[in-house]
T-cell receptor, first 113, second 111 residues
Framework: GDSVTQMEGPVTLSEEAFLTINCTYT??????LFWYVQYPGEGLQLLLK?????DKGSNKGFEATYRKETTSFHLEKGSVQVSDSAVYFC????????????FGKGTRLHILP | DAGVIQSPRHEVTEMGQEVTLRCKPI?????LFWYRQTMMRGLELLIY????????DSGMPEDRFSAKMPNASFSTLKIQPSEPRDSAVYFC?????????FGEGSRLTVL
């Protein structure tokens, strides 16, 4: 079945470091791909998305490119801040199929000042 | 605009008691999802509705759990009787299709 695999955390970085959180997916077809972020004590919120191959989603300095050939959607940021400390979830969705988003297990990110 | 509204934000109860969690989705969103989040199991989909009709309840852990959506603006998740292993944060989310909008969650502690 369809699934999402993302790197296990926690990931600990110093402020201004470069961030990569890996995400790969298994799916029959071409889903839409998402990154959600969950700040402490809050619900998940959409960070960025891409709906077709080679699309790049970006928001708040974060980027991810939909790579069909490697079935990946890695999240990157050039210079992280303490305020980026959160849990990040990769997810996929087939629009107009079952409308059920499939989430990865989440990656906890700690940024040290 | 108001987002997804959940209540209560925190609930502490004793084992065996009935717990009811409530959710008001964003107006116009046809889909409503209930998730449970714990450290051990992560984020789990319990059930989701489309136009107030339950579509997939395969994630509901057992008969102690039930969910209803009597109208487009209200849903409940009920646990009866509650057990300590039900302690978790329960999230409601809604969508018109595509991006999910989450509530802030209801943190349940069963003693």
């Amino acid at each position: 079945g369809d699934s999402v695999t993302q790197m296990e955390g926690p990931v600990t970085l110093s402020e201004e470091a470069f961030l990569t959180i890996n995400c790969t997916y298994t799916a029959t077809g071409y889903p839409s791909l998402f990154w959600y972020v969950q700040y402490p004590g809050e619900g998940l919120q959409l960070l960025l998305k891409a709906t077709k191959a080679d699309d790049k989603g970006s928001n708040k300095g974060f980027e991810a490119t939909y790579r069909k050939e490697t079935t990946s959607f890695h999240l990157e940021k050039g210079s992280v801040q303490v305020s980026d400390s959160a849990v990040y979830f990769c997810a996929l969705l087939f629009m107009n199929r079952d409308d059920k988003i499939i989430f990865g297990k989440g990656t906890r990110l700690h940024i040290l000042p | 605009d108001a987002g997804v509204i959940q209540s209560p934000r925190h609930e502490v109860t004793e084992m065996g008691q009935e717990v009811t969690l409530r959710c008001k989705p964003i107006s116009g969103h046809d889909y409503l999802f209930w998730y449970r989040q714990t450290m051990m199991r992560g984020l789990e989909l319990l059930i989701y509705f489309n136009n107030n009709v339950p579509i997939d309840d395969s994630g509901m852990p057992e008969d102690r759990f039930s969910a209803k959506m009597p109208n487009a603006s209200f849903s409940t998740l009920k646990i009866q009787p509650s057990e300590p292993r039900d302690s978790a944060v329960y999230f409601c989310a809604s969508t018109p299709g595509g991006e999910l909008f989450f509530g802030e969650g209801s943190r349940l502690t069963v003693l």
